[in-house]
């Protein structure tokens, strides 16, 4: 996630890979350790276990689908929805949990067979005629209706469903998806897609993965949108407004779909005719671009103050400077492509996407890493960005703050630093690769730097993640 015009601000199910034993000092692993649900007897648990965000996510289950059917009235901003999950059960249930706030539901069925179901804050608890066997695949569908309002987030900005004078801006990152869906809401449970959303006729519903239909009937237009692969809750997206729609396809066969405001098409234009070129780019240093799809979607939001990672096609607030494009699409790999394991983790989000700017202007005849690490270092110790660790922000408030973003970067260019460009290069692919698809924690990487490298680097990682403070001179 970057910001529009302030600091910047962040925004399968395949298990997390082992930390092979001892590679991690017992010092640094008590801090990175994951943390994960326990099970409480047939009950799912209402939250992931996570401490940034307790009620976030739920236990007891694993979604492998979501199809979600949604019309949206932009004038009324009246959403209705339909969601059908399937899951399956990773412990006998008798009782289990969804996210969902502010909207009405009017019915839950479990197999087909109707469930009886309550409110409770964020949780919609649902009890099924009959329990759940572990290892059980299951079939949720929920109807649900009313006026989706985005949630405010611990530092004080909006995510979710953001109403625009046209449509919607939707961006979850890291509690929104609630706001317009039933979910399993924490990054830890990924899943496949397919959005249809229908609205009036010349406005665009847009949202991840490969347009598979789109059709106009009765003074309506609907979009079906499929994301093949798994995709964490609040990467998806629902945006709504009058758009002009670009569809092209890149050598490497990626479908491209822009969609942009007219109002901001004149400033956009430059910057997403570099798309191609900068996934190219990306490509060459990072790996295979992970999925079939790509684009933008550039609205007219200026309440938003940020743009999203969305995963496939980043939403922009407004039109994008070529920074924040690079930003966004290095997310594809790092924050989307391979997913955090929990929200203290969001660094190896924030911190590669923003060494990825650096990168990118060092590559392309603009400012060197080395220099932008300088002018980072140049800050006094007094200053913002040495207030807390980056891989233990401390709370939800600073997920999104400085210290998770330059000195995020920071860590990564002392890392290249300590092993040289060809040993850096190959633990950036290495990391995209073997979690492609699935999940990191910051004990991973520690554990593959090191082993790639043949180094001990505890002493690098603890100083510029796991300290808060000035380091002294590098």
């Known amino acids: 996630m970057t910001p529009s015009r302030r600091q910047t601000r962040g925004r399968t199910t395949v298990l997390p890979r082992q930390v ?11 801090l990175f350790a994951a943390a994960g649900p326990a099970a409480a007897g047939t009950i799912g648990a209402s939250g992931a276990g996570d401490p940034y965000f307790p009620l976030a996510g739920n236990g007891g289950y694993d979604v492998r689908h979501y199809d979600l059917t949604l019309g949206y009235d932009p004038g009324s901003r009246h959403l209705d929805g339909q969601a059908v999950l399937r899951a399956r059960a990773t412990q006998r249930l008798t009782r289990f949990d969804l996210d969902l706030m502010g909207l009405e539901v009017t019915g839950v069925t479990v197999d087909h067979v109707k469930a009886s179901f309550r409110r409770d804050g964020q949780e919609l608890v649902v009890t099924p005629r009959q329990a759940l066997r572990p290892g ?9 209706q009313g006026t ?10 909006l995510d979710g469903w953001i109403p625009t004078d046209d449509g919607a801006f939707v961006a979850g990152e890291p509690q929104g998806a609630m706001t317009w869906f039933p979910v399993n809401g924490h990054p830890r449970d990924k899943a496949s897609y397919d959005i249809t959303i229908t609205v009036p006729q010349g406005r665009t519903a847009v949202s991840n993965g490969v347009l598979v239909g789109q059709r106009t009937a009765h003074g309506h237009t609907t979009f079906h949108w499929r994301q093949s692969e798994p995709m964490a809750a609040y990467l998806a997206t629902a945006t709504v407004g009058t758009f002009e729609v670009e569809q092209f396809t890149t050598r490497d066969g990626i479908k491209v779909y822009n969609a942009v405001d007219p109002r901001e098409a004149s400033a956009a234009a430059p910057v997403l005719r570099q798309l191609p070129s900068v996934l190219d780019w990306a490509s060459g240093l990072f790996g295979p671009y992970p999925f079939r799809a790509a684009g933008a979607v550039v609205d007219t939001a200026p309440n938003v103050g940020y743009a999203l990672e969305t995963q496939t096609r980043p939403v922009y607030d407004r039109a994008p400077g070529l920074s924040t494009l690079v930003h966004e699409s290095a997310h594809q790999w790092f924050g989307d492509s391979v997913t955090l394991t929990r929200w203290q983790d969001i660094w190896l989000n924030e911190g590669f996407a923003t060494y990825a700017e650096w990168l990118y202007s060092e590559q392309h005849g603009g400012e060197t890493a080395q220099q932008a ?4 270092y140049a800050r006094p110790a007094t200053d913002r960005l040495w207030a807390f660790p980056p891989a233990d922000p401390g709370s939800g408030a600073h997920l999104f703050d400085t210290p998770v973003y330059a000195r995020g970067a920071m860590a990564l260019h002392q890392l290249r630093k300590a092993v040289g460009d060809t040993t850096f290069r190959r633990i950036l692919r290495t990391w995209a690769a073997e979690h492609r698809n699935g999940h990191g924690t910051t004990a991973g990487f520690i554990q593959l730097s090191e082993r790639l490298s043949g180094q001990d680097l505890d002493a690098l990682f603890h100083t510029w993640l796991a300290t808060a403070g000035k380091p002294s001179a590098p």
Do not use: E, I
């Open 136 to 144: 059980q695949d299951f079939r949720v569908a929920v109807g649900y």
């Open 373 to 376: 690490f300088d002018a980072q």
């Open 148 to 157: 989706p309002n985005p949630v405010t987030d611990p530092d004080g900005s």
């Open 20 to 30: 092979v034993a001892g590679a991690v000092p017992v010092a640094l692993a008590a």
